[in-house]
Every structure is written in structure tokens, then in C-alpha cells.
């Protein structure tokens, strides 16, 4: 074999490793932009929920249940966030979790009860 389709050769497996690199790269700052998001919805709800109350939208025993289920939500996430990787079930879990305490939110907010 020439000397010139050697050095091809490692010019494209070095292309390959580069590719397979920046592969990897993307994979994991999608990952981290998900649990960015999971903790950007989770301030967005405690916020809403504080406005809901001040407001007088909800009664403290709903202001309660819902900030304690908030604490849940950052309890778990921290538990998660321990080995700095988040499975599909994790992932999965922690989406069930903010999508019931949003269901629940409105729920509260749209009870009728006048205080």
C-alpha cells in the first residue's frame, strides 16, 4: 500500500472519531437543556403559585399542598440530579410530576370558592 492511501486512511478514521465526538457532545448538552428545563418549569410554578395566593385565587390550605408538593418535586430532582445522569424513567418521572402539580394548580385556581 502507498504511503498516500495510509495517510487517507487515518485522515478519514480521524474524521470519524471527530464526528463520534461531537455526536457524544450534542447528546449531552441536550440532556442537560432538559433538566435546565425541568427546573426553569418548576420556579414557574412556585411563582404562579405564590401569585395565585397572594391574589386570593387559592385558600392556604391549597397554597400549602401545592408548595409542599413543590418541595417533592425539588426533593426528587435532587435526588436525580446526584449521579449527573438522567434516565428515560427519571426523565419520565419527573415530567408525571410537574404535569400534576400544573393540573392540580388549575384545578385550585378554577374551584369557584369565593374567600
Same mark, same amino acid.
Given at each position: 500500500?502507498?504511503?498516500?492511501?495510509?495517510? #487517507?486512511?487515518?485522515?478519514?478514521?480521524?474524521?470519524?472519531?471527530?464526528?463520534?465526538?461531537?455526536?457524544?457532545?450534542?447528546?449531552?448538552?441536550?440532556? /442537560?437543556?432538559?433538566?435546565?428545563?425541568? =427546573?426553569?418549569?418548576?420556579? =414557574?410554578?412556585?411563582?404562579?403559585? $405564590?401569585?395565585? /395566593?397572594?391574589?386570593?385565587?387559592?385558600?392556604?390550605? $391549597? /397554597?400549602? =399542598?401545592? +408548595?409542599?408538593?413543590?418541595?417533592?418535586?425539588?426533593?426528587?430532582?435532587?435526588?436525580?440530579?446526584?449521579?449527573?445522569?438522567?434516565?428515560? =424513567?427519571?426523565?419520565?418521572? +419527573?415530567?408525571?410530576?410537574?404535569?400534576?402539580? #400544573?393540573?392540580?394548580?388549575?384545578? /385550585?385556581?378554577?374551584?369557584? #370558592?369565593?374567600?
Amino acid at each position: 500500500m502507498s504511503i498516500f492511501k495510509e495517510i #487517507e486512511l487515518v485522515q478519514m478514521r480521524n474524521k470519524i472519531i471527530f464526528i463520534v465526538i461531537c455526536i457524544f457532545c450534542l447528546v449531552q448538552w441536550k440532556g /442537560y437543556a432538559q433538566e435546565k428545563d425541568f =427546573k426553569e418549569k418548576q420556579r =414557574k410554578q412556585e411563582k404562579v403559585i $405564590e401569585q395565585a /395566593y397572594k391574589k386570593k385565587k387559592i385558600t392556604e390550605l $391549597e /397554597y400549602n =399542598k401545592l +408548595m409542599r408538593e413543590q418541595e417533592l418535586i425539588k426533593e426528587t430532582m435532587e435526588k436525580f440530579e446526584a449521579d449527573d445522569v438522567w434516565t428515560s =424513567k427519571e426523565k419520565n418521572a +419527573m415530567h408525571s410530576k410537574l404535569e400534576r402539580a #400544573e393540573k392540580r394548580m388549575s384545578k /385550585y385556581k378554577t374551584n369557584n #370558592e369565593i374567600y
